[in-house]
């Protein structure tokens, strides 16, 4: 899993590792998004750059990880 605190005031951009960390990545804690109402819909892939509301907590859990 991956979390990624906000603490500054302007939207932020993180990028997802690698492949060698997982096919998929799904929120499972979105403090801008406590229902993860838009959660639901994505499953980012390796690499993409996800923009993170000011003053918020993103938590993702890895979908598919690779044997060591």
Do not use: M
Not at 10 to 25: N, Q, R
Not at 36 to 45: D, H, S
Request: proline letters at 10%; charged letters at 20%.
């Amino acid at each position: 899993a991956l979390w990624r605190p906000t603490a500054t005031a302007t939207t932020t951009t993180f990028t997802l590792p690698d492949e060698s960390y997982g096919g998929a990545w799904q929120a499972v804690i979105d403090t801008n998004d406590p229902l993860l109402a838009n959660a639901r819909r994505r499953y980012p892939r390796p690499g993409t750059k996800l923009r993170l509301a000011p003053r918020s907590v993103t938590v993702l859990q890895c979908l598919t990880q690779r044997a060591p």
